[in-house]
């Protein structure tokens, strides 16, 4: 247990050896073997560079550009970059965000702001779009209209026939996260223009790396604001822009488009503020980070950094066709391998990956589509994807010895008939028991997740939402002897 509040002081030297114990026990963020959460380029030396650039900027507020012009610089320069990158023009302006969920969010409360006459507004938004839509729809209180695929891409007519009065924003992925397929995004912005409304194209996922992709000559579609009816568009710098966490953009094509973003308010007796994002106070660290980031790989590397990832991608894709009992679930055009199994318990599978130190991300099975595993292939992949195949048929091999979970009666029978509302604190310290969950256990998940892949998504939140809750307990619960 770690107390965070000793009464001396510990020296520096401790601290930081403790620090590095505890990390320890992380998934590797190194090393090509972990395809979620971390985006890793594989360079030497940039972790070095953008950690002391982080330093230098870490006590930097972003609360008042004009206190700290240095931030003020760093964000056009990353807003320039990106507006260069993704079809901008003359017009285009923007917002650095803490990341993809703050750069939607804003995109929505613009879109919702820009019609005040509007009671009750609306988003579009076809089933593939990331949860952070529906996350922006429930603290903005915004109607979703989640609109079905097709062959998991957004489907313009039917977009179409969801947008009404009150719609204030149409959205399309570029790439989608859980599949890594681009949506049709000028027939879905065409439809918005059409009606008036605004179109935000999320790129949080690969706005980086697909303009290297079709540099490089893969067949992918326009998906940026060059394309007519996008009003918008997000990408995260801290996924294949290869910065440090905390770090997206937010584009607009125009600033008349972003001005409902901005929230200002003079009405107080202290500072008159003006926020263009949620925080107020904001560090400069993630923003210099990022900007070194950038600066130090540079367009060519970017290029070659794609190149590399194009390459593992095609590798990883080639093992799982050649192995029997997996097969792709989506077609493998960006970054993104999603595969399915045939026979083979899939919750198993990852288990058995992540004993060999390959772990991969499991997604449940959602209205027609089947669970799947999700790697997100990044540049460090280049040099382990050749060991994957071999790794992936013991693996498949292994899961076929061990058999599908076999979830006890009574915990098939409650993710079957339990109400979210039933979820008590005792219920989940009861599940957490039988499913092995001891604090913070990082061992094999295919127990929990094939009961939470029978439970329908509301039991599954409210399970999930409990678990987390039993995790997060302070070190040291007030009024215990220490
Ligand atoms: C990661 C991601 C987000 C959310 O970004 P965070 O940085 O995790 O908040 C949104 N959309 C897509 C497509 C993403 O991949």
Same mark, same amino acid.
């Given at each position: 247990?770690?107390?965070?509040?000793?009464?001396?002081?510990?020296?520096?030297?401790?601290?930081?050896?403790?620090?590095?114990?505890?990390?320890?026990?992380?998934?590797?963020?190194?090393?090509?073997?972990?395809?979620?959460?971390?985006?890793?380029?594989? $360079?030497?030396?940039?972790?070095?560079?953008?950690?002391? *650039?982080?330093?230098?900027? #870490?006590?930097?507020?972003?609360?008042?550009?004009?206190?700290? &012009?240095?931030?003020?610089?760093?964000?056009?320069?990353?807003?320039?970059?990106?507006?260069?990158?993704?079809?901008?023009?003359?017009?285009?302006?923007?917002?650095?965000?803490?990341?993809?969920?703050?750069?939607?969010?804003? /995109?929505?409360?613009? /879109?919702?702001?820009?019609?005040?006459?509007?009671?009750?507004? $609306?988003? =579009?938004?076809?089933?593939?779009?990331?949860?952070?839509?529906?996350?922006?729809?429930?603290?903005?209180?915004?109607?979703?209209?989640?609109?079905?695929?097709?062959?998991?891409? #957004?489907?313009? =007519?039917?977009?179409?026939?969801?947008?009404?009065?009150?719609?204030?924003?149409?959205?399309?992925?570029?790439?989608?996260?859980?599949?890594?397929?681009?949506?049709?995004?000028?027939?879905?912005?065409?439809?918005?223009?059409?009606?008036?409304?605004?179109?935000?194209?999320? *790129?949080?996922?690969?706005?980086? =790396?697909?303009?290297?992709?079709? $540099?490089?000559?893969?067949?992918?579609?326009?998906?940026?604001?060059?394309?007519?009816?996008?009003?918008?568009?997000?990408?995260?710098?801290?996924?294949?822009?290869?910065?440090?966490?905390?770090?997206?953009?937010?584009?607009?094509?125009?600033?008349?488009?972003?001005?409902?973003?901005?929230?200002?308010?003079?009405?107080? &007796?202290?500072?008159?503020?003006?926020?263009?994002?949620?925080?107020?106070?904001?560090?400069?660290?993630?923003?210099?980070?990022?900007? #070194?980031?950038?600066?130090?790989?540079?367009?060519?590397?970017?290029?070659?950094? *794609?190149?590399?990832?194009?390459?593992?991608?095609?590798?990883?894709?080639?093992?799982?066709?050649?192995?029997?009992?997996?097969?792709?679930?989506? &077609?493998?055009?960006?970054?993104?391998?999603?595969?399915?199994?045939?026979?083979?318990?899939?919750?198993?599978?990852?288990?058995?990956?992540?004993?060999?130190?390959?772990?991969?991300?499991?997604?449940?099975?959602?209205?027609?589509? &089947?669970?799947?595993?999700?790697?997100?292939?990044?540049?460090?992949?280049?040099?382990?994807?050749?060991?994957?195949?071999? /790794?992936?048929?013991? *693996?498949?091999?292994?899961?076929?010895?061990?058999?599908?979970?076999?979830?006890?009666?009574?915990?098939?029978?409650?993710?079957?008939?339990?109400?979210?509302? /039933?979820?008590?604190?005792?219920?989940?310290?009861?599940?957490?028991?039988?499913?092995?969950?001891?604090?913070?256990?990082?061992?094999?998940?295919?127990? =929990?997740?094939?009961?939470?892949?029978?439970?329908?998504?509301?039991?599954?939140?409210?399970?999930?939402?409990?678990?987390?809750?039993?995790?997060?307990?302070?070190?040291?619960?007030?009024?215990?002897?220490?």
């Amino acid at each position: 247990m770690i107390d965070a509040l000793p009464d001396a002081g510990v020296p520096a030297d401790q601290i930081l050896a403790e620090l590095r114990a505890l990390r320890a026990a992380d998934l590797p963020t190194h090393g090509g073997k972990l395809f979620a959460y971390v985006y890793d380029p594989g $360079r030497d030396g940039l972790d070095e560079l953008a950690h002391a *650039a982080y330093a230098i900027s #870490a006590h930097v507020n972003g609360l008042d550009p004009t206190a700290f &012009p240095s931030l003020l610089a760093m964000e056009n320069a990353l807003v320039g970059a990106a507006a260069r990158l993704l079809g901008g023009d003359a017009a285009t302006v923007g917002t650095v965000t803490s990341g993809g969920t703050e750069s939607l969010l804003l /995109a929505v409360k613009a /879109a919702r702001d820009a019609h005040p006459e509007i009671a009750r507004p $609306r988003l =579009v938004i076809p089933s593939t779009a990331h949860a952070a839509f529906a996350k922006a729809a429930h603290y903005l209180r915004v109607e979703l209209d989640v609109v079905p695929v097709r062959e998991l891409r #957004a489907d313009p =007519v039917a977009m179409a026939a969801a947008i009404g009065p009150d719609t204030v924003l149409v959205a399309a992925s570029a790439p989608s996260y859980a599949h890594g397929v681009l949506d049709p995004v000028a027939d879905v912005a065409a439809v918005a223009a059409e009606r008036g409304v605004r179109c935000h194209v999320d *790129a949080c996922f690969g706005g980086w =790396v697909l303009p290297y992709l079709r $540099r490089l000559g893969a067949d992918l579609p326009a998906f940026d604001l060059s394309v007519p009816g996008v009003t918008s568009i997000s990408v995260d710098l801290h996924k294949y822009a290869y910065a440090p966490k905390g770090v997206s953009v937010l584009l607009h094509a125009s600033p008349e488009l972003r001005m409902p973003q901005y929230f200002a308010h003079a009405d107080w &007796p202290g500072y008159t503020m003006i926020n263009p994002g949620v925080s107020s106070t904001r560090s400069g660290g993630p923003i210099a980070a990022a900007l #070194a980031t950038l600066r130090h790989l540079g367009e060519h590397g970017y290029l070659a950094l *794609a190149q590399t990832t194009r390459d593992a991608v095609g590798t990883l894709a080639a093992a799982v066709r050649d192995t029997d009992g997996v097969r792709l679930y989506a &077609p493998p055009e960006t970054t993104v391998i999603c595969l399915a199994t045939d026979g083979v318990d899939l919750f198993v599978l990852a288990d058995e990956l992540a004993a060999r130190g390959w772990h991969t991300q499991p997604q449940m099975a959602y209205r027609d589509m &089947p669970e799947t595993l999700h790697l997100t292939v990044t540049a460090a992949v280049g040099a382990t994807a050749g060991e994957f195949a071999p /790794a992936l048929a013991e *693996a498949v091999h292994a899961a076929r010895r061990r058999g599908p979970v076999e979830l006890p009666d009574d915990l098939r029978g409650a993710a079957a008939s339990l109400t979210p509302t /039933a979820v008590t604190p005792e219920l989940i310290a009861t599940l957490a028991g039988q499913l092995g969950l001891a604090e913070g256990a990082t061992g094999p998940m295919a127990a =929990v997740n094939s009961l939470l892949n029978i439970a329908p998504p509301p039991l599954r939140e409210a399970l999930l939402a409990g678990f987390l809750s039993l995790l997060q307990r302070p070190a040291e619960p007030a009024g215990q002897p220490v």
